[in-house]
């Protein structure tokens, strides 16, 4: 007796068995390429950063000391070159006659040498490559003639001053759609400067940079994260 099996006409078929699959699969994909967005960190396109002042004084010598890390070659045209650490001293003195050099340690390393007479500022000037962005206080010599003093420069960072990175990030909230004007799918095309401040007060100053050179310039407070002041181009 031959046997014929009937079709069960409640079982579903292969094309109502994938449907679903490859809606679930369709919205997976589209999940995690949403997912895969890139993300951009405009950090990454600083490229001239002061992070440390330390400062010394007495009745004779101003001494400031600046932890920065810039581009080199150093160029204000909204497009980041590689950059470096470099410590850089300024001195001011009553008697600009004399020829004046500094010394000082740090980590265990000695450091120093003749300083250049900067005729713009009126100051002497030093930089070493060396990265002082952690440093908390610095004793150094300064000799002139016969004669020399000791200064220990401190720096004015402290446990309120918010990071350079914080700093940016506030600027960018305020200021989105200027960022995104900036941004594509490369990335950002631009620049960015911060400078760390100190007139009685602790700033910082962001300059973000454009393609022709263009700069949106913003003073920020160091301790709220505060926009008080910008500029347009």
Sequence with gaps: ?????????????????????????????????????????????????????????????????????????????????????????????????????????????????????DNVKSEYYFSCTLNISQCASLPCIIEYGDSRVELNALSIVNSSTLSPKKILENVRQENEELFASMTDKYGFTGEIYIRLLFEDACYYYVGVIDRAGKVNAFLVNATTGKIIAQRQP
């Design 1 to 117: 007796m031959r046997a014929f099996f009937t079709p069960n006409r409640n079982r579903f078929s292969l094309t109502t068995l994938f449907k679903p699959l490859c809606c679930l699969l369709a919205v997976m994909t589209l999940f995690l390429l949403s997912g895969c967005k890139k993300e951009i960190d405009y950090f990454t396109y600083v490229s001239e950063l002061r992070s440390n002042i330390l400062l010394a004084e007495t009745e004779d010598f101003s001494l400031k000391i600046y932890g920065v890390f810039k581009e080199y070659p150093y160029a204000a045209d909204g497009i980041p070159h590689e950059t470096s650490n470099r410590c850089e001293v300024r001195l001011l003195a009553v008697d600009g006659a004399e020829n004046y050099r500094i010394t000082f340690r740090y980590q265990d390393k000695e450091y120093g040498g003749d300083m250049s007479y």
